[in-house]
C-alpha cells in the first residue's frame, strides 16, 4: 500500500461541474502539498496545507489530521483546470516529500 | 513564471553516459530540491541541499550525486546512465529549510536515455 494514495486516478467533468479530488496519507505528517501538473510538465504549488482549510479563487483545499485525509475542490470547473492533480506530504520529522500517483482531470466544454 | 530555472530543458544521451543537470533557484531562497518523475514510479524525492550542505536524501542511487554551490545554484549529476534513468527531473526551491513552506518548481529536465 502506498503511503499516500489519491482518487480517483482520472476524472471527467463537464465545464462548470464541482470537482473533488481526494488524498489520504498513513504515515504521521507536518504539512500536505496540492501541486498541479499541466500536460506540457511543469509543476505549480497550489496549497500547503498542515491544518483546516485554504482558499485561493475557485480552488479550495481541506485537511483532517484526524483522519489523515485531504481534499481539493475546484467549483466552477473550467477547460483550463485539466491537468494532473498530485497530492504530497511531508513527513513528520523528515524532509522526505512523498507523492501519490496524481489524478487526472479532464474538463470538457 | 516560477523564479526557478532549470537547464537543459531536454537531453539525450546514450547509456554509459554522464550529464549534468543544472538548477538556480528563486533569488533569495536557500534550499533547493530536486525530484525524479518517471512513467512508471511517478515522482520521488532524490535529494535536498540547504544553504549548501546536504539536508536529506531520498531515493537517490549511488551513481547520482548533486552539489550547492555558494551562489545557491544546485548541478544534479547522473553518471553511467541507464535506459530506466530515463525521466523528468524536477528542482524546486523553498526560501525554508524545512519542507513546511510553498515550494517553487523549476520547468524540469527531460532526459532521454538511449
Known amino acids: 500500500k502506498n503511503e499516500v494514495e489519491q482518487s480517483p486516478q482520472n476524472l471527467t467533468a463537464q465545464e462548470g461541474e464541482f470537482i473533488t479530488i481526494n488524498c489520504s496519507y498513513s504515515?504521521?505528517?507536518?504539512?500536505l502539498h496540492w501541486l498541479q501538473q499541466h500536460p506540457g510538465g511543469g509543476i505549480v504549488s497550489l496549497f500547503m496545507l498542515s491544518s483546516g482549510k485554504k482558499k485561493h479563487g475557485r480552488l479550495i483545499a481541506t485537511i483532517n489530521i484526524q483522519e489523515k485525509h485531504s481534499s481539493l475542490h475546484i467549483t466552477a470547473s473550467h477547460p483550463r483546470d485539466s491537468a494532473v492533480y498530485i497530492c504530497a506530504v511531508t513527513q513528520g520529522g523528515s524532509e522526505k516529500l512523498v507523492f501519490g500517483k496524481g489524478t487526472k482531470l479532464t474538463v470538457n466544454p | 513564471d516560477s523564479g526557478v530555472t532549470q537547464t537543459p530543458k531536454h537531453l539525450i544521451t546514450a547509456t554509459g553516459q554522464r550529464v549534468t543537470l543544472r538548477c538556480s533557484p528563486r533569488?533569495?531562497?536557500?534550499?533547493v530540491y530536486w525530484y525524479q518523475q518517471s512513467l512508471d514510479q511517478g515522482l520521488q524525492f532524490l535529494i535536498q541541499y540547504y544553504n549548501g550542505e546536504e539536508r536529506a536524501k531520498g531515493n537517490i542511487l549511488e551513481r547520482f550525486s548533486a552539489q550547492q554551490f555558494p551562489d545557491l545554484h544546485s548541478e544534479l549529476n547522473l553518471s553511467s546512465l541507464e535506459l530506466g534513468d530515463s525521466a523528468l527531473y524536477f528542482c524546486?526551491?523553498?526560501?525554508?529549510?524545512?519542507?513546511?513552506?510553498?515550494?517553487?518548481f523549476g520547468e524540469g529536465s527531460r532526459l532521454t536515455v538511449l
Open positions: 524546486a526551491s523553498s526560501p525554508r529549510w524545512k519542507n513546511t513552506g510553498e515550494l517553487f
Open positions: 533569488s533569495g531562497d536557500l534550499s
Open positions: 504515515v504521521g505528517i507536518s504539512a
